[in-house]
């Protein structure tokens, strides 16, 4: 049985159209069969020509479920849009970042050709990806049903106004401000919009939901870290007539006049990402953000640490023994003007 691997591209930048006629060459090169959309197919024979490269067609020639694999070949934009296309079907998506930061992406464009090597040569992995479930009720009925591998956004519907919010966590009211909007997303998402608003780096492989005001105009708009089997909500509140707007993954969107309710919960169904390599998550962060790290030494072989014994326990108030030769303890200064520094 012939090996398929669709390729999905951002058709609308050059470097992404010539990247997917390499992938496609290479792969017809070792006998797999390379498939695209018929759109993408299209867009890349009017920009190249004629393609003398076997391609079938996705939803013409094979379904998603004679597919082995997905060759993104974009930004992290690009791989959420193909993880909506092929999420119901279990199809592990491996991206090449053609973009800036490309946090959801395996490998760089300079690595194209041993990418597709080791896609011919099965060498790598899958992970599953937590995603969340997405509802939104209006008056006390479902109008709306969504999910998101990032992300869900409440943000303010009119730039000249701040939305007014309540917060939730597990059916109990947290805290309710004027903001612009909050994130509530995956640890996937914690380096996307959430990242943007102040809200902390969490691990992928930590299971977890978070929830991120976004420029509240409050003293309590921390961001939260929950269980993942929590239930968040956020609720527009109708005290003011400013409207809302939802995003799932900057992708799928919803109205939400005052009165509005998004809940969100942790979904049943994973995204697969595929990986050629198992990079620490900390050293990926080095590496998309540039992040300084002279000076590291590291932690220290085992064999070569000293041997040390039980660190003496100090009762209250009483002062540790100086070791002969050793420096005096420091002098604890008193409240007084001479010690601040303040004048009388």
């Given at each position: 049985m012939s090996r398929r691997v669709l390729i999905l591209a951002h058709t609308g930048r050059e470097e992404s159209i010539n990247a997917a006629l390499e992938v496609c060459v290479q792969l017809h090169a070792a006998g797999l069969v390379p498939v695209m959309s018929s759109?993408?197919?299209?867009?890349?024979?009017?920009?190249l020509g004629?393609?003398?490269?076997?391609?079938?067609?996705?939803?013409v020639d094979v379904t998603l479920a004679d597919i082995e694999l997905v060759m993104v070949l974009g930004g992290d934009g690009?791989?959420?849009r193909a993880a909506e296309q092929v999420r119901e079907q279990d199809v592990p998506l491996l991206g090449v970042n053609l973009g800036h930061v490309g946090f959801l992406a395996e490998s760089e464009?300079?690595?194209?050709?041993?990418?597709?090597?080791?896609?011919?040569?099965?060498a790598y992995t899958v992970e599953e990806r937590m995603t969340i479930d997405v509802t939104v009720w209006l008056q006390g009925r479902k109008v709306a049903h969504s999910w998101a591998l990032n992300e869900v956004a409440v943000e303010k519907g009119n730039r000249e106004r701040m939305i007014e919010v309540v917060t939730e966590v597990d059916g109990r009211p947290l805290s309710s401000f004027g903001c612009d909007g909050v994130v509530m997303s995956t640890p996937t998402g914690s380096t996307a919009y959430g990242f943007s608003a102040g809200g902390p780096v969490v691990w992928p492989d930590v299971e977890a939901l978070l929830m991120v005001p976004i420029s509240a105009h409050a003293l309590f708009a921390k961001p939260l870290v929950v269980s993942p089997n929590s239930r968040l909500a956020v609720e527009v509140l109708s005290r003011t007539d400013a409207h809302g707007v939802m995003w799932c993954d900057g992708r799928r969107t919803a109205d939400l006049p005052p009165g509005s309710r998004v809940e969100v919960?942790?979904?049943?169904h994973p995204v697969r990402l595929a990986?050629?390599?198992?990079?620490?998550?900390?050293?990926?962060?080095?590496?998309?953000?540039?992040?300084?790290?002279?000076?590291?030494?590291?932690?220290?072989?085992?064999?070569?640490?000293a041997r040390t014994g039980q660190l003496p326990a100090v009762e209250a108030g009483q002062a540790p023994d100086r070791p002969a030769g050793g420096p005096a303890p420091?002098?604890?200064?008193?409240?007084?003007?001479e010690s601040t520094g303040e004048t009388q």
């Open positions: 759109t993408e197919l299209q867009d890349m024979c009017e920009y004629v393609i003398d490269v076997p391609t079938e067609i996705l939803d690009t791989i959420l464009r300079a690595d194209l050709a041993q990418t597709v090597d080791w896609v011919v040569r099965k919960t942790r979904s049943n990986r050629t390599h198992q990079t620490p998550f900390s050293a990926r962060l080095v590496n998309k953000f540039e992040l300084p790290i002279q000076g590291w030494r590291g932690p220290s072989a085992q064999e070569n640490a420091a002098m604890q200064l008193s409240g007084t003007a």
